[in-house]
């Protein structure tokens, strides 16, 4: 598979991870948005259902590197005095200051880590698929998320704000929210941070996530069962006063699956934040606190689910390229040597199964040498593709033809004779030697050589024989 990363991409003069005043401004007012509308949210003490923040800092560090690290921080240390007004708290100046270090420090170097140990992986191109983006972008997110948590219920504890036996209760529903706004999120907003800037296009087809968009009322239909079910299920929840029906939210893995393999990558991670958002709003308004963990385990699940989901066509895509170069011959189009004994030993298993004979041709350009030096490489290469084409318009579909060493080319004839063969093999020469190419102004010389493969030989002792045949016309 390509690499995900070119030159260009690295080169931190690229306007694409320059991380402007105005830029700056926007992702500080962006961040205290999401943390407002995060905050009504909140079903326990520090603990969000859903933490936008977390994604919006892993993202800008994905995306500007170390050069968004002051404006978090800046923002995670205002906020603190933010907090504090907010609870009508009023410790010492010094105190305060202090506290709000901490905070700052806590998210700011958790998230630092995560993300620009991804960064780095991607720029030094550890990572060079989106299967292998998609590992490294989950365990790094997940590893981050965790710091962030124990990080920052340490705080607390250091701050007196919990006790050690709050723990527990605090850092688990923590490292949640925040893991699924980290999974939810981030890839959306790294979309917005680099969208109309030609790294974005270039990531889209490297990364082989582009696809054609559907009818926007397609996706929105679409989009609908999802949302519909979210609300289907929370209404139950809270009808029937039964937590349990939580676990249901599992089940939406499906329509989101059904989104992520019609619609775009970018979609698909719009979609996603739909998603996530309608279930915790959904839980806030009917007051479903008991049920929020599971909630959070299911879109943890889901977005997992649904990325390794949009690698799968480039995982197919790259087996099937990685196939197509080993079974075929880049110029000629014909077989490839390896594939042609791969084939051969199956149908010698069958023909002596069948008891069916089975012959192997040989064809050689021999004044192909010549041809190279007086007319050319591209003379010759075009010598070789014709050749191909000739002999393949003489076989049957079952006939196997394939690229030889130099300037030679292989035949497979399954349940064919000798005597038979020699036939065909004659006709064909014929038609390769008088073959004309504007190119050329000699005829081809070719020499062939037929051989039917005998009782319990393989393909390679009869391709030997083949070879020592030609040799003998040759002499």
Avoid at 150 to 173: A, E, K, M, N, R
Avoid at 251 to 261: G, H, K, R, V
Avoid at 324 to 340: G, I
Wanted: glycine share 4%; aromatic share 14%.
């Amino acid at each position: 598979m390509e690499r995900i990363t070119t030159k260009t991409n690295h080169d931190p003069n690229n306007d694409a991870f320059r991380l402007t005043f105005s830029k700056a401004l926007i992702l500080l007012t962006a961040w205290v948005l999401l943390w407002r509308f995060s905050a009504i949210l909140e079903y326990a003490p520090y603990a969000s259902i859903w933490y936008p923040p977390a994604g919006l800092s892993f993202a800008a560090l994905l995306v500007y590197g170390w050069r968004a690290i002051l404006p978090i921080f800046a923002t995670s240390f205002v906020l603190n005095y933010w907090l504090t007004a907010m609870y009508g708290l009023t410790p010492p100046a010094e105190e305060l200051f202090y506290h709000s270090l901490l905070f700052g420090l806590a998210h700011t170097l958790a998230y630092s880590v995560g993300a620009l140990f991804l960064r780095q992986f991607i720029r030094m191109q550890v990572v060079q698929s989106l299967p292998g983006f998609v590992m490294a972008f989950l365990a790094m997110g997940s590893i981050t998320a965790l710091l962030g948590s124990f990080f920052g219920s340490q705080v607390l504890l250091t701050t007196g704000l919990i006790t050690v036996f709050d723990l527990y209760d605090v850092w688990l529903p923590w490292w949640i929210g925040d893991l699924v706004g980290v999974l939810v999120l981030t890839p959306l907003f790294v979309a917005v941070m680099l969208w109309r800037s030609a790294f974005f296009s270039v990531w889209q087809r490297r990364l082989r996530v582009t696809s054609k968009d559907t009818d926007w009322y397609q996706f929105a239909f679409k989009l609908g069962h999802s949302v519909a079910i979210v609300f289907a299920l929370i209404i139950s929840a809270w009808w029937f006063e039964r937590s349990e029906i939580a676990f249901l939210f599992f089940f939406l893995t499906i329509p989101q699956m059904w989104i992520a393999y019609t619609e775009t990558a970018v979609r698909t991670a719009v979609s996603l934040a739909i998603l996530s958002l309608s279930m915790a709003i959904g839980i806030a308004l009917f007051g479903l606190s008991e049920t929020a963990l599971i909630a959070q385990f299911a879109l943890a699940v889901i977005a997992s689910t649904v990325y390794f989901s949009i690698s799968v066509p480039a995982m197919l895509a790259e087996q099937e390229r990685l196939q197509y170069q080993s079974h075929v011959d880049h110029l000629t189009k014909a077989a490839s040597r390896s594939y042609f004994l791969e084939v051969g030993r199956d149908e010698i298993e069958r023909a002596e199964y069948h008891q069916y004979p089975i012959t192997v041709a040989i064809f050689e350009i021999s004044n192909f040498r010549m041809i190279n030096h007086t007319f050319g490489h591209a003379a010759a290469d075009a010598v070789l593709k014709k050749v191909a084409e000739c002999l393949q318009g003489h076989l049957r579909h079952t006939d196997v033809l394939a690229r030889g060493r130099g300037a030679s080319f292989l035949v497979l004839m399954p349940e064919t004779d000798a005597g038979q063969a020699a036939s065909g093999v004659q006709q064909m020469s014929a038609s390769l030697h008088y073959m004309s190419l504007p190119q050329l102004t000699l005829p081809l010389e070719i020499k062939s050589a037929t051989v039917q493969v005998a009782k319990d030989e393989t393909i390679e002792q009869a391709l030997d024989r083949v070879s020592q045949s030609l040799d003998v016309v040759s002499s």
